[in-house]
């Protein structure tokens, strides 16, 4: 039976070093602001944790809704020293989501959304990654799982999970071995079998079946869906702990650590700025 990698466990030491920081700021605090266009129900509930955290971190957010002007208001945003971190809510609705991610300030892009900070991850410099691909390297180091020479799997392409977390695996000194798998990949069940870490990112409830997984893999499952009124991942969870050595439960797993490492990145942000970064 795999053990249960927690995120709560994770999160919780990432949130303590947050608090140590903050501690040193005096009354001085990072703010973060969630740009917005007509959010779903989904985006509203992910906006209202993030609310939420911030109150229990004592760090100012701030949700602005876009205008007719999109252009001005980032540009507003990134000249403002009082504001460190800038999170675009996916989807922007009459709003070209695109431009407003480009024109963050790379500083101030806290998602790891834009060219700059995509960018530094391909070569290895230091920059934010996108949360989520973040998480699962935090994920894996908090419970001491070796990446170098083994054969990684990624299920999923995208330019948050996918992509930038084979960057982070191939990343010199860290040295694992990666294979991306999408929706055009053939015998991705042997690819996926094939694997030391297997990493979905797919957004399919149950796609990963037991018989895609190795004895004895590591599987982090990234994926949120909804199923019978419940979040579930897109593995066939208590199917799959029965093969694998170690899995990231959904909900209570990867997710949990996205949002303490986009706090992390707030942080930075504002130490950077402090320090004349603006």
């Not at 994926?223 to 959904?250: Q, W």
Request: aromatic share 6%; with cysteine; proline share 5%.
């Amino acid at each position: 039976m795999a053990t249960i990698l927690s995120g709560r466990q994770v999160s919780r030491k990432i949130y303590q070093e947050i608090s140590e920081q903050i501690s040193r700021f005096g009354q001085k605090r990072p703010r973060l602001v969630l740009y917005c266009s007509h959010p779903d129900n989904s985006t509203q509930a992910y906006m209202k944790s993030i609310l939420k955290q911030g109150e229990k971190l004592n760090i100012p957010v701030q949700v602005v809704e876009a205008s007719s002007q999109p252009f001005k208001d980032i540009m507003r945003f990134n000249n403002d020293p009082g504001i460190s971190g800038v999170m675009v809510m996916h989807p922007l609705k009459e709003v070209d989501e695109d431009m407003v991610i480009k024109s963050i300030s790379p500083l101030k892009d806290v998602e790891g959304r834009g060219p700059m900070n995509l960018g530094g991850v391909v070569i290895g410099e230091t920059s934010y990654a996108p949360p989520t691909a973040e998480a699962v390297m935090e994920i894996l180091n908090y419970y001491n799982i070796p990446i170098k020479g083994k054969d990684v799997t990624i299920l999923g392409r995208s330019t948050t999970v996918g992509k930038p977390l084979a960057m982070l695996m191939l990343k010199k000194g860290v040295d694992g071995t990666v294979t991306v798998c999408h929706s055009r990949t053939k015998n991705i069940d042997e690819k996926a079998r094939a694997a030391d870490i297997l990493v979905s990112a797919v957004g399919k409830a149950g796609f990963v079946r037991k018989s895609w997984v190795k004895d004895g893999a590591v599987v982090i499952d990234v994926g949120i869906n909804f199923s019978d009124g419940k979040i579930v991942g897109d593995t066939d969870f208590d199917e799959v702990r029965e093969k694998a050595s170690a899995i990231t439960p959904v909900p209570q797993g990867v997710g949990l650590v996205t949002t303490a490492v986009l706090f992390k990145h707030l942080v930075e942000s504002f130490k950077r700025i402090l320090d004349g970064g603006l």
